[in-house]
Structure formats: structure tokens, C-alpha cells
């Protein structure tokens, strides 16, 4: 485990330590000299044991992997919650303040990865982990690959749109409407940061499911298009499922062969 106080200063103590659990490349398995490591950002409500199995897939591959746990999940959970409804909830502005500390705490990881000889940098990102990754990269020179597994344009049609987030549409949409949402919540959208994005000249891979009631399809392929037109180097990856069955077999399966073989050609 690594662990160390995030940069952020939060009311809630155990959401001010942040925890990574680390999977060191197996011995013999990279290209090369140069050591290669990828911060993987989890789901929302995601639990500890989750993504596990990936990073131990990707460590296998030679390539180093360190799984943070998102702010107000797992152990930086406070006790009065069951979920991580502090990360995204009806409350816009600690909504943004959970998204401001986890890219402030991602770039930390990437801080210690240096710190211990990792020079080649990727980010794996699903869910609100794909969006927490893609401002992360936006604001990041270091990272040189990206995979998000779900995307999006707009990070308030998500929450408008999903199914997973109803309750949290229910919880506001009586006192604003999705176009003034929309402009509270356009600095944590990933569509105001693609020209930023493009002019890095990172290589990157998008994955979205068609029959997806949390990420809408439509909203995937708007943010696709727009990285195709913004020149940036991707490809693009489409599930026959939907948002949760990714996880589940045999598309888990299918995903992690993508994720895997997209970081070991590119990393």
C-alpha cells in the first residue's frame, strides 16, 4: 500500500489520507530499460477488491500498476456514508471540490511513481475514473498513454441521463434545469479540455458500451467524434453490453485483452 495526505484538505479526516495499492511489474516482463507504470482510477461506489485483477493483469505484462482509491471510497470513506455519494451527489459544489482532489491526488501518484525510477507514465481510468483520468492527462505532460473504459462529453448530461444517477437528478431538478447544471459543471467536463488534450500528442483508447444506461451511448459518441476532429491519436474500442455487465464475464475478458494489449504496444 502507499499511502499519504492528500494535497486537498477536506472536512472529513479519512477522506484526507489517500491510500494506492501497488502492483510492481514481474521481473523479465518490459521492453526495454525504461521502467513503465499506469495509475488505474476505478468506478464510482467502486470497492477495494475491484480492478484488482486488472492491475495484477497489466503487472504480469510488465508494466507496473498503482490502483488509487477515489476520494470518499474505501477506507477515505466517513463513517456516517454506506456509498461514495460525497464524490457526485446533488451537492454541485462539493461535487466539483471530490474532482478537484482527485486529480490533485493522481498527479501525486505520478510524483512517487518518479520518485522510484518510472519514467514511461499511463493512466487507466473507468467510469468517473475515466473522467477523473481524462483531466488528470489534460493537465499532465508526464502521462503518454491513456485507456477510458466509458466516456463522455459532459459531465452533467451523465448525471441528467444515467440511470445510476437518478436519484441524484431527483434531488435538484427542482431548483435547476440541465442547461444552467451543465455550465456549474463544465470545468469537470472533459469536452472543454480536448484541444488541450490533442496538443499533447498522447496516444489514447476509448471503450463505451452499446447498451449502456449509465453513460448513455450518444454522449460517448459525441466526445469520440470530437477527439477524431481534434486530430488526437486514439482508437476506439465498442462493447456489445452494457455499463456494469463490462465487468462481468466474458466481456471482462475482451476488456481486459484491449486494455492490456493497447499499454504494452504503446507504453
Not at 495526505?5 to 472529513?12: G, L
Not at 427542482?174 to 444552467?180: G, L, M, T
Not at 482508437?235 to 465487468?247: A, D, E, Q, W
Amino acid at each position: 500500500m502507499v499511502r499519504f495526505r492528500s494535497p486537498v484538505e477536506t472536512p472529513y479526516e479519512e477522506n484526507n489520507t489517500v491510500e494506492a495499492r501497488y502492483f510492481p511489474a514481474k521481473p523479465g516482463r518490459s521492453r526495454g530499460k525504461r521502467k513503465k507504470a499506469v495509475v488505474v482510477l476505478p468506478h464510482w461506489n467502486s470497492h477495494a477488491a475491484q480492478h484488482v485483477a486488472l492491475c495484477e493483469g497489466i503487472a504480469r505484462f510488465g508494466i507496473s500498476a498503482l490502483r488509487i482509491s477515489l476520494p470518499y471510497h474505501d477506507r477515505r470513506m466517513p463513517p456516517e456514508l454506506t456509498r461514495a455519494d460525497y464524490a457526485v451527489s446533488a451537492n454541485v459544489a462539493r461535487t466539483i471540490d471530490a474532482t478537484r482532489q482527485s486529480v490533485i491526488d493522481v498527479r501525486s501518484c505520478y510524483d512517487w511513481l518518479q520518485s522510484q525510477g518510472y519514467e514511461d507514465l499511463g493512466i487507466v481510468g473507468t467510469s468517473l475514473g475515466s473522467c477523473y483520468g481524462f483531466l488528470t492527462s489534460a493537465h499532465d505532460e508526464r502521462i503518454r498513454v491513456n485507456v477510458f473504459n466509458h466516456c463522455s462529453t459532459h459531465f452533467a448530461d451523465v448525471v441528467w441521463q444515467g440511470l445510476s444517477t437518478k436519484h441524484i437528478r431527483e434531488g435538484i431538478e427542482d431548483q435547476i434545469d440541465i442547461d444552467r447544471l451543465r455550465g456549474v459543471w463544465d470545468c469537470l467536463s472533459p469536452v472543454h479540455y480536448i484541444d488541450r488534450f490533442a496538443a499533447m500528442n498522447k496516444r489514447s483508447s476509448f471503450m463505451y458500451a452499446t447498451y449502456d444506461t449509465t453513460f448513455p451511448p450518444a454522449l460517448s459518441k459525441d466526445i469520440v467524434d470530437r477527439i477524431s476532429r481534434s486530430g488526437a491519436n486514439h482508437k476506439v474500442v465498442v462493447m456489445p453490453c452494457g455499463h456494469y455487465t463490462l465487468g462481468e464475464s466474458p466481456f471482462k475478458f475482451v476488456a481486459g485483452y484491449q486494455i492490456i494489449s493497447f499499454l504494452k504496444r504503446n507504453l
